[in-house]
């Protein structure tokens, strides 16, 4: 029981420290949630003039609409303010029981990590811009008019976007996931067939669900799971 409360005490402060951090991330949060519903009718705006596709009329199918893409917005934006809090808080948390070689990895990866997620993001929205392009003309080369709901059209180029964007973020996983020992670069070449499967899936529970999106939203990440592989072997040798 004394040894319990020896751990305790020894642990608590850590403990406070990764309350605290989380207790500013969620004022964060909010603060930012609350910015960007109130910002929403401007940053609306500027979204649809940059993504318009040509023969398409962006249409509400409700009076309420706007609201929840108001909530949506604050929503994205607050997730893009706090998700890099929450990495730079992980960073900071256990920046003083590493070594300097290791405090030196570590801020390697940051600008990394950061690439990877714009890399990913852009890659989605330009994919999902072609496709959406492609869609359009083809209803409209068979009489269909586009009358696309404003809602759907913006969660699904953003939001699909940032989630291939933290997709793209896997390849530092596994190489974590190496170094700490949980799995090994000779695992992943054995097992490719099925991470291909895993990220063609990933890939397909995302909109939109086209064939082509399909292909073209896999084929980096596949890519990359390669990288992964080599540069870790070639890194051992």
Known sequence: MEEFKENIE????????????????????VVFFV???????????????????????????????FVN????????????????YIIYSFYAFIVPALTRSEKIKLLK?????????????????????FSLELLASIN??????????????????????ALLGLVFEFPLVLTLLIRLGIITSQTLK?????AYFLLILMCALLPPTDGISLIAMSLPLVLLYEVTIWFNINNNK
Request: cysteine-free; charged content about 15%.
């Open 69 to 84: 893409i108001a909530m949506d917005v604050g929503f994205f934006l607050a997730i893009i303010v706090f998700v890099p």
């Open 190 to 194: 054995d097992k490719r067939r099925i």
């Open 109 to 129: 990866s940051i600008p990394l990590s950061i690439a990877l997620f714009i890399i990913g993001f852009s890659y989605g929205f330009f994919t999902l811009s």
């Open 10 to 29: 020894k642990f608590l402060p850590y403990f406070e420290d990764l309350l605290r951090r989380f207790y500013k991330g969620i004022i964060l949060f």
């Open 140 to 161: 409209i080369g068979l009489g269909i008019a586009n009358f696309w709901n404003i809602g759907q059209f913006l969660a699904q180029v953003f939001i699909t976007a």
């Open 35 to 65: 910015l960007g519903f109130l910002s929403a009718a401007p940053i609306v705006k500027r979204l649809l003039e940059f993504t318009k596709v040509e023969g398409v009329t962006i249409a509400s199918s409700s009076p309420f609409n």
